[in-house]
């Protein structure tokens, strides 16, 4: 640890660049000594990215050329080491980091408490007071449950980033701690299902609107249990919260749980229906054929991708019961099978068009029948397997490839909490 106090540090998040240049400007006036800083990413494909950063009267723009042109090499080579540098500055009494529209705030959060700068994280110089998302009120519902890709809106965060912007809109929300509105909704309807989603994205997250806030009130709109950067537990709760369980809006929430493995080729066949009126699916997957290891299911949007989230606690190379959250204890326990210990389906998703019941038939068709049940694992593990170590759709092949673990920072994410169990 460090011989000085730790500066407080706010992310800013969303897709909207006025709004969150806004309410940074905000944060700023409202605290002198605030080091605003951004990285914009619109010419990562070059190799170039721009740094802007505020303090007291300067105004700094500096363009960085960087080897790689990607996220990981931004925060690895630039934005790490400046916050190292900005808090051991004494006219630094806080920092505002407003991110790139394309960034998550999750990934971020993760190397600011887990990359070394020299020996230590930064963590040990910043504290990570509140993770703010700004909402375009006009467009956030459209995005949250679109189809288009970052790049068709030029937002790459690499030139390999194939995300959705739904994937972006859904995980910067999730991961708030406070939700900024901004502007108004088109009409009525849009405004009821906006907020029918958010109520189950986000259900325990305060939402303030940025026209009626200013750069304290704001902050005191952050809740006493706010997760303030803690990293996703891929083997948690997956609602923080209590969504309404009823349908609003054509919105609705469904839960699929079952203690018996998909059939992988099955699952495959199955996992359609999670891409065509499904607005968010989150959840943990036990394969036949690949017993040890839970799977990871994200989807937004029409994108969805199946990682690993490391091994049961039942694996023969699982983590120790010490070594795990007590969180996760608990839900081991509750579930708990003499035979198959702790390995489950639990996947939430949030419908539009499909409704909760073709989804756990469709689940429910995959899994495996009694009479391959009773074959027992030594048969499951020969079953063909399309999923290999890393899938996404809609796919060309079943060859996992290993590029694209760092193709977008939803798979670094992934991989990085993977690591954190």
């Given amino acids: 640890m460090t011989d000085h106090p730790r500066v ?28 605003v800083v951004h990285h914009d990413l619109r010419q990562i494909g070059a190799g170039i990215v721009r740094r802007r950063i505020q303090l007291g009267n300067r105004d700094q723009l500096t363009a960085l050329e960087l080897a790689h042109g990607c996220v990981s090499c931004t925060l690895r080579e630039d934005l790490l080491p400046l916050l190292r540098r900005l808090a051991r500055n004494p006219e630094v009494r806080r920092i505002v980091l407003r991110l790139d529209e394309a960034m998550e705030p ?74 900024v509105l901004a502007g108004a909704a088109t009409d009525a309807w ?70 018996r493995p998909f059939h992988p080729e099955r ?69 708990w099978d003499p035979e198959h210990g702790d390995r489950a389906q639990e996947i939430v998703v949030v419908t539009d068009h499909t409704t909760p019941e073709e989804i756990e038939a469709a689940l429910n068709g995959a899994l495996l029948t009694d009479e391959e049940l009773a074959a027992g694992q030594d048969l499951w593990r020969h079953y063909p397997d399309p999923f290999g170590d890393w899938h996404e759709e809609p796919c060309d092949d079943t060859e996992a490839d290993p590029a694209k673990h760092d193709a977008s920072v939803l798979n670094d994410a992934s991989d990085r909490k993977d690591e954190t169990q």
């Fill in 8 to 35: 407080p540090l706010f992310l800013i998040s969303g897709l909207a660049p006025g709004p969150n240049s806004t309410l940074a400007a905000l944060l700023r006036e409202a605290e002198p000594g605030t080091a």
């Fill in 106 to 179: 999750e990934p971020v959060s993760w190397a600011i408490r887990n990359v070394l700068v020299g020996d230590r994280p930064v963590l040990d110089d910043v504290d990570l007071r509140a993770v703010l998302t700004v909402i375009d009120c006009a467009n956030w519902l459209g995005d949250a449950t679109g189809d288009a890709l970052l790049g068709e809106r030029d937002l790459r965060a690499s030139p390999e980033d194939e995300r959705t912007v739904a994937q972006v809109a859904l995980s910067q929300v999730e991961f708030a701690d406070v939700l």
């Fill in 190 to 259: 849009t405004a009821a299902r906006s907020s029918a989603v958010l109520d189950r994205v986000a259900p325990s997250v305060p939402r303030v609107e940025l026209s009626r806030v200013d750069g304290s009130t704001v902050l005191d709109a952050v809740p006493p249990d706010a997760r303030r950067g803690e990293v996703t537990d891929m083997h948690g709760a997956l609602l923080r919260g209590q969504p309404p369980l009823h349908t609003d809006c054509g919105i609705a929430l469904a839960t699929f749980t079952a203690q």
């Fill in 267 to 335: 699952l495959h066949d199955a996992i359609d229906v999670l891409l065509d009126g499904v607005v968010r699916t989150r959840g943990r997957a036990w394969v036949a054929s690949q017993p040890d290891v839970a799977f990871w299911i994200e989807s937004a949007g029409g994108g969805l991708g199946i990682g690993h989230a490391g091994p049961w606690l039942a694996s023969p190379d699982g983590p120790e019961w010490t070594d795990v959250s007590a969180e996760r204890r608990t839900l081991a326990s509750l579930r």
